[in-house]
């Protein structure tokens, strides 16, 4: 069974810093995909980063990057110069890219608060 | 161009009760997905929806059941309603042609059970 662990309840960074927000996955599987998403209050899940388990490069999204370390399986968001506007909650998710499975697993979030 | 919504935005039902939820897809996107969303937890995903069939389940009981029309838009069907039914009720969609990876998501349905 597939599970995406994020340790860290909270966060808090002051604006314009770097932050990592981690996650931990645990899955036999070969061919996965591993995805993060930002939940503002309004309650939408908005696409922030993938990152394909075969991939050799660590994904970039502008201010996004993951630090996919697959021998770890982990896949740590990092974003680079926060903004007020990053305040939400950060998810971490994983999909079997095997034939026959579509869905995506959760972790159970991470509430980043930037501070001015 | 529309992204996903889904209607209502909140709605409260009493125990026992039937509910629909309703989701349409961003243009050009012929898959949709369901997933519960309970307080203080990640989404979990309850079905998707392909060429109007159910294609894979997640681990809910039947008296969750969907539909998908032929324009691609979906419902969800919530029968019995029980407390722990209330959540927000997240609906994404895809595209197959794209490869199906990158799943867009709604707003969502915050679904009070009392």
């Known amino acids: 069974a597939q599970k995406i662990t994020q340790t860290q309840p909270g966060m808090f960074v002051q604006e314009k810093e770097a932050v990592t927000l981690d996650c931990t996955y645990d899955t036999s599987d070969q061919s996965y995909g591993l995805f993060w998403y930002k939940q503002p209050s309004s309650g939408e899940m908005i696409f922030l980063i993938y990152?394909?388990?075969?991939?050799?490069q660590n994904a970039t999204e502008g201010r996004y990057s993951l630090n996919f370390q697959k021998a770890r399986k982990s896949a740590n968001l990092v974003i680079s110069a926060s903004q007020l506007g990053d305040s939400a909650m950060y998810f971490c998710?994983?999909?079997?890219?095997?034939?026959?499975?579509?869905?995506?697993?959760f972790g159970k979030g991470t509430k980043l608060s930037v501070i001015p | 161009d529309a992204g996903v919504t889904q209607s209502p935005t909140h709605l409260i039902k009493t125990r026992g009760q039937q509910v629909t939820l309703r989701c349409s897809p961003k243009s050009g996107h012929d898959t949709v997905s369901w997933y519960q969303q309970a307080l203080g937890q990640g989404p979990q995903f309850i079905f998707q929806?392909?060429?109007?069939?159910?294609?894979q389940r997640g681990n809910f009981p039947d008296r969750f059941s969907g539909h998908q029309f032929p324009n691609y838009s979906s419902e969800l069907n919530v029968n019995a309603l029980l407390l722990g039914d209330s959540a927000l009720y997240l609906c994404a969609s895809s595209s197959q042609q794209a490869g199906g990876l990158k799943q867009y998501f709604g707003p969502g349905t915050r679904l009070t059970v009392t």
């Open positions: 998710a994983m999909r079997h890219s095997g034939a026959g499975s579509y869905q995506l697993t």
């Open positions: 990152q394909g388990s075969y991939d050799e």
């Open positions: 929806y392909y060429e109007e069939e159910e294609r």
